[in-house]
């Protein structure tokens, strides 16, 4: 059956410092993967896309990659801020006529001042 | 502005008692769904639908019922509620095409069943 995992359900980092986390899909072949942002009690909104033929998106302090060998995307956040703290999930999405979005539980990220 | 609404944003209810949960979009998406979310089983998807009179059924589809008559609602029923649908519920929508990926989602509906 299809799996997502994101690295470890809490991340603690300190301001300023570069985050990275972890997304882990098997039993897909995903065209496109999503990172989204969610805030407690809040709805996701949507970050990042990045499409199979893609190795690196980058936005503002964001950057996603995609190794499609590897069956991974990473997303970091650079220059890290308390504002940063949420939790991230990330969300591949294979092509076909079902295109169902399913999101992996998320990572809860805090950066501490 | 673009948005996702969902009606009511809380809602306690009692066993049994028949209830709907509204959404609608204002982007001519096709695409709509429901989520549920718990904590620690993440967000999962009760329905979607690909269009007008169109809808499939997601990973937890059990007690919940929908419907699409129109483009820009997608209500979410609950028939005969129990006490463990008690969640968190988001809709979202999305356009159809390689540069409409984008899913939006609504503020979430928190629903207490006793």
């Known amino acids: 059956s299809q799996k997502i995992e994101q690295n470890s359900e809490a991340l603690n980092i300190q301001e300023g410092k570069t985050a990275t986390l972890t997304c882990n899909y098997t039993n897909y072949s995903p065209a496109y993967l999503q990172w989204y942002r969610q805030d407690p009690g809040r709805g996701p909104v949507f970050l990042l896309l990045i499409r199979e033929n893609e190795k690196e998106k980058r936005k503002e302090r964001l950057k996603v990659t995609f190794d499609t060998t590897l069956k991974q995307s990473l997303f970091h956040i650079t220059a890290s801020q308390p504002a940063d703290s949420a939790t991230y999930l990330c969300a591949p999405l294979s092509s076909g006529s079902a295109r169902q979005l399913t999101f992996g539980s998320g990572t809860q990220l805090t950066v501490l001042p | 502005e673009a948005q996702v609404t969902q009606n009511p944003r809380y809602l306690i209810t009692v066993t049994g008692k028949k209830l709907t949960v509204t959404c609608s979009q204002n982007m001519n998406h096709e695409y709509m769904s429901w989520y549920r979310q718990d904590p620690g089983l993440g967000l999962r998807q009760i329905y979607y639908?690909?269009?007008?009179?169109?809808?499939d059924k997601g990973d937890v589809p059990e007690g919940y019922k929908v419907s699409r008559k129109e483009k820009r609602n997608f209500p979410l029923i609950l028939e005969s509620p129990s006490p463990n649908q008690t969640s968190l519920y988001f809709c979202?929508?999305?356009?159809?095409?390689?540069?409409?990926?984008?899913?939006?989602f609504g503020p979430g509906t928190r629903l207490l069943v006793l």
């Open positions: 639908s690909m269009n007008v009179e169109v809808t």
């Open positions: 979202a929508s999305r356009g159809l095409g390689a540069s409409q990926e984008t899913q939006y």
